[in-house]
């Protein structure tokens, strides 16, 4: 039985041409099992439930490389800082009166705004995780999370052994919706001998690592007179990158780090929008690709953004290496877009997500072509990256469920989380917002 999609302009992001202008989706449980154009599928055949698509584009839905989603609670709270200070004087003080429950809402938050915008999978690290595991599975998302371990703290240990167990109590489930990595925070609050145990957990239950390599120029700094040497090299040289690796910012990097992330295929989460408002620097994306390494787009948590948007940050994703590298075909459409979708699910290890495809999961999103700001049609996917609005996303399926339709999100009370939202993060922050 099933549900077909039809109507749609398709664009199954395998290659710039594979757009169908006319196109039918069936999606079948989980996955998708046809992707064809008008008339492909037997009019014979009947269907639980038929999407009448037309006037809307067709396209995987959004891969958010790296979050931290509960931080929506802080979104304008803290801005205008360089990262140390952000974090150390502003940020990791109020995360100590966090409360699990404030975790859930926070991350409750992230996910409508997600969800809203055209997001259907993301990397989250942060913690009391078992709450936002219990909102991803509730809110509908995919999701791959991991506690962050901040390596120097007392409580390292402790967080290691929650990660264990984290990873045991939630990897494959939601229907295999969720899955886990571990999440040591950053080379500069993870010292080698807390990689190397780790690494060990990682090796027992077969996950990747999820963690901020080479974002400032202060880290640089630190790392190079601790140990002599490059934020890449040290991760190298410490067995890291044997893992599936998941490194956010990658900002500054030598000829050197970046030949050794293309090598041992580390997934890079690009931050654009969080790397320009800590005044971070800006990744070499460009070169990056060039060398062969592998890299998605993230948002980074919205208190340094300040939000989970896809599509706003593929556009500034293409701009910031157009002007970065004085060159306007640095970064074109379709790679920000595939950064954006494809690319982002092969660094997150999801190899069945981010096209749409027979065999691939079904995390489609219908985008509302019928704008102002979508005519003429020439060129859709540079419509997409250079014109869209995250507001035109109008319908969301994860795992072949509906979860947005007519921009009704279907898996929430909205007005609820709003409510807890405000009271908690007035509590946290403790201002009269
Ligand atoms: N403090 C926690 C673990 C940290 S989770 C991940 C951490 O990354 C922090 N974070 C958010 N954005 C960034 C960033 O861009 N760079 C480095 N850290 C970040 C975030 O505030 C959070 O404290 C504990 O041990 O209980
Ligand atoms: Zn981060």
Redesign the pocket.
Known sequence: MGMLIRGAAVLTMEKPESLLPNGEIIVEGQYITHVGPAGSVSPERTFDRVIDARGMLAMPGFVNCHT?AA?TLFRGYADDLP?MQW?QEK??PV?ERLEPEDVYWGTMLCCLEMIRSGTTTFAD???HMDEAARAVEKAGLRASLS????GL?P??GE?LDYSRRFIRDWHGQAGGRITTML?P??PYTCPPDFLHRVMEVAADLKVGIHI?IA?TRAEIEEIRQKYGKTPVVLMDEVGLFEFPVLA??CVHLDENDIRILAEKKVGIAH?PE?NMK?A?GIAPVTRLLAAGALVGLGT??A??NNNVDMMEEMRSAALLQKVATMDPTALAAFDALSMATANGARVLGLHDVGLLKPGYKADIILINLDQPHFYPRHDLVAHLVYAARSADVETVIIDGQVVMEKRQVLTMDEEEVYHEVQKRSQRLVGTDL
């Not at 506690?147 to 901040?150: A, D, L």
């Open positions: 931290h931080m990262l974090l940020i990791w995360e690290m942060y913690f506690r962050g371990m901040i703290s409580g390292a967080a999440g925070h950053a901020h974002e956010a910012h931050n969080s800590l971070s980074d948590g208190a340094s």
